[in-house]
C-alpha cells in the first residue's frame, strides 16, 4: 500500500532500514531449565494439581511459592488463564449479581467480559491522557460501582495509591489486571499487590509465559482460601502432608467454584520461566532507556511529539515540562515492566492511519508492528447481548453506556503503534533501526 509521497519507504518499494538477514529476539524463549523440569512432569507421576500424592512435590504448588515471592504477595493462586483470574479475583469480593464494576475502555476484552462471566456489569470508563490507565477521575459516583478493574496499560502503571484512597471513600474495591505488568513497581511497591487483589496473565505474548495461564495474588488470608475454591470446583491445598495416593486439595467447600486450575506442564514452564525473568527485565529496560534516547535525537523540525515514546516512562528522570503539558506527574518511581512499546503519534498526515503507519514500520524493520487494543466501546470483541444467557446484565450495559464519550481511550486507540517486548532484548543495532525506521517515516510523511 502506497501513502504519502514518500516513495523510499520500504512499504512502497524502497530499501528497508534493516538489512532482512538480521533476525529479532524470538519470543518465548524457553529458560535453561525448561524442558528438563517439562521432562520431569512428562515422565512424572502427576500432570494436575488433581492427581493423587506421590513422592515429588508439585510444580503447582512450588510457582505458586514462588511466584508470591517474586510479587511480595502473602499467597498466589495459579489459574489455567489470565481470564480466570480475573473471573475468580472478582468473584472472590462476594459482591452481588448485577453489581457493577469499572473497567477502562483502553484495555483487552477479557478485562470487561470477567466481569459478566462472574454475574457483573462493566462499566466501560475513560483513561488517563498521559499513562492510558484509569484515574481518579474514572471512580464516577454516578453509577454506584462496587468495583474498579485498575488495568495497567502496556509499560505504565496507574497510580494505585490515589486510586486505593479515592476507592476508600467511595467504597469501590480495587481489582488489579497486571497482565502487562509483570514485576512492575510504584513507589517500591509490586504491581499486584496494591489492590485486594492481583490478576496476571502468563500467555503466549506476555514478559513471563507459559504458552497460557495466569495467576491470583493476594495478602488476604481468607480471599486465598476462597480463591483457592474458586478455581478448583470448592477444593483448596490441603494443610496435612497427605497419604500416598490421597489427593493435594480436600472438599473444603466453603463456595461452589469452578475448574480453573493449572497444569503440571504450565506450572513448570513458569518455574523455569521466572528464573530469568529478572534478566530479560533488565535488559529491556536498559534498552528502553537508550531507545528513548535515541528518539530524542529525531530533528526538532519534526512536528513536536510527533513520535513520543508513552510519556517519558522513567518519571524521575523525564522531562517535567512535557509531562506537566501533558497533565502528567513525576511522583511515581519508575516501572521495570515493558510489555509493548507504544510509539504515540500526537497528530497523524491527513489521511493517514496509524494501520498505514503500522504497515510501513513493519516493512522498515522486518518485525511486526502493530495498533494498540481497540477501545471497547467500539470493539465487536465486547458484545454481551449476544448471548442470551446473559441478557438481564446485558440490557444493563446497554443502558449504562448510552451517551458516554471515551475520548483518551480513543485517542491512544487512534494514534498508537506498538512493537512487542521482545525486540527491547536486542543489541544496539536493534535499537538504532527501529529509531531509523521513525526517522525516515516522519521524514516521509509529516
Known amino acids: 500500500?502506497?501513502?504519502?509521497?514518500?516513495?523510499?519507504?520500504?512499504?512502497?518499494?524502497?530499501?528497508?532500514?534493516?538489512?532482512?538477514?538480521?533476525?529479532?529476539p524470538r519470543w518465548p524463549q524457553p529458560a535453561p531449565n525448561a524442558e528438563g523440569y517439562l521432562l520431569d512432569v512428562l515422565h512424572g507421576p502427576?500432570?494436575?494439581?488433581?492427581?493423587?500424592?506421590?513422592?515429588?512435590?508439585?510444580?503447582?504448588?512450588?510457582?505458586?511459592?514462588?511466584?508470591?515471592?517474586?510479587?511480595?504477595?502473602?499467597?498466589?493462586?495459579?489459574?489455567?488463564?489470565?481470564?480466570?483470574?480475573?473471573?475468580?479475583?472478582l468473584e472472590s469480593l462476594g459482591l452481588d449479581f448485577g453489581d457493577r464494576v469499572l473497567v477502562p475502555a483502553l484495555t483487552w476484552t477479557a478485562s470487561a467480559t470477567a466481569a459478566l462471566r462472574a454475574g457483573l456489569v462493566p462499566v466501560l470508563v475513560d483513561v488517563d491522557p498521559v499513562t492510558g490507565c484509569l484515574n481518579t477521575d474514572s471512580l464516577m459516583r454516578d453509577v454506584g460501582a462496587k468495583a474498579a478493574v485498575?488495568?495497567?496499560?502496556?509499560?505504565?502503571?496507574?497510580?494505585?495509591?490515589?486510586?486505593n484512597a479515592a476507592g476508600e471513600r467511595l467504597d469501590i474495591t480495587m481489582v488489579e489486571d497486571?497482565?502487562?505488568?509483570?514485576?512492575?513497581r510504584l513507589d517500591g511497591q509490586t504491581a499486584g499487590t496494591w489492590g485486594r487483589v492481583g490478576c496476571f496473565s502468563t500467555q503466549q505474548g506476555k514478559v513471563l509465559s507459559s504458552g497460557e495461564g495466569g495467576a491470583v495474588i493476594t495478602d488476604d488470608d481468607d480471599l486465598a482460601l476462597r480463591l483457592q475454591e474458586l478455581r478448583a470446583d470448592s477444593r483448596s491445598y490441603r494443610?496435612?502432608?497427605?497419604?500416598?495416593?490421597?489427593?493435594?486439595?480436600?472438599?473444603?467447600?466453603t463456595v461452589m467454584g469452578s475448574n480453573f486450575c493449572l497444569n503440571e506442564f504450565g506450572a513448570a514452564l513458569l518455574c523455569a520461566q521466572l528464573e530469568v525473568i529478572d534478566a530479560q527485565q533488565e535488559t529491556r529496560w536498559r534498552n528502553y532507556m537508550a531507545l528513548t534516547e535515541i528518539v530524542a535525537g529525531i530533528p526538532s523540525e519534526v512536528p513536536p511529539k510527533t513520535a513520543s515514546i508513552v510519556w517519558d516512562l522513567a518519571y524521575e528522570?523525564?522531562?517535567?515540562?512535557?509531562?506537566?503539558?501533558?497533565?502528567?506527574?513525576?511522583?511515581?518511581?519508575?516501572?521495570?515492566?515493558?510489555?509493548?512499546?507504544?510509539?504515540?503519534?500526537?497528530?497523524?498526515?491527513?489521511?493517514?492511519?496509524?494501520?498505514?503507519?503500522?504497515?510501513?514500520?513493519?516493512?522498515?524493520?522486518?518485525?511486526?508492528?502493530?495498533?494498540?487494543?481497540?477501545?471497547?466501546?467500539?470493539?465487536?470483541?465486547?458484545?454481551?447481548?449476544?448471548k442470551p444467557t446473559l441478557r438481564p446484565l446485558a440490557d444493563e450495559f446497554v443502558r449504562l453506556h448510552q451517551g458516554r464519550a471515551y475520548p483518551h481511550a480513543e485517542f491512544f486507540g487512534r494514534n498508537t503503534v506498538v512493537i512487542h517486548h521482545s525486540a527491547l532484548l536486542g543489541t544496539e543495532r536493534d535499537l538504532r533501526d527501529i529509531g531509523a525506521a521513525l526517522d525516515k517515516l516522519i521524514r516521509a510523511l509529516w
Not at 516501572?335 to 503507519?357: N, R
Request: charged share 15%.
Open 46 to 89: 502427576r500432570w494436575a494439581l488433581t492427581g493423587p500424592i506421590r513422592e515429588s512435590p508439585l510444580y503447582e504448588r512450588r510457582f505458586a511459592r514462588d511466584f508470591a515471592a517474586w510479587t511480595g504477595a502473602r499467597h498466589c493462586v495459579p489459574v489455567d488463564h489470565g481470564s480466570s483470574a480475573l473471573v475468580i479475583g
Open 1 to 24: 500500500m502506497i501513502i504519502g509521497s514518500g516513495t523510499a519507504l520500504a512499504v512502497n518499494g524502497g530499501t528497508p532500514v534493516r538489512d532482512p538477514g538480521l533476525a529479532w
Open 150 to 163: 485498575v488495568v495497567h496499560w502496556s509499560c505504565a502503571m496507574a497510580d494505585m495509591a490515589a486510586l
Open 239 to 253: 494443610t496435612d502432608i497427605g497419604g500416598h495416593g490421597e489427593l493435594e486439595t480436600v472438599e473444603s467447600a
Open 178 to 184: 497486571c497482565a502487562q505488568a509483570h514485576g512492575a
Open 317 to 386: 528522570w523525564g522531562d517535567a515540562g512535557w509531562m506537566a503539558e501533558r497533565g502528567g506527574h513525576n511522583s511515581l518511581t519508575a516501572p521495570m515492566s515493558i510489555y509493548e512499546l507504544p510509539f504515540i503519534f500526537d497528530d497523524l498526515p491527513p489521511g493517514v492511519t496509524t494501520a498505514q503507519l503500522a504497515r510501513a514500520l513493519t516493512a522498515e524493520l522486518g518485525t511486526e508492528c502493530y495498533l494498540t487494543d481497540e477501545p471497547l466501546n467500539t470493539s465487536r470483541l465486547l458484545r454481551p447481548w449476544t
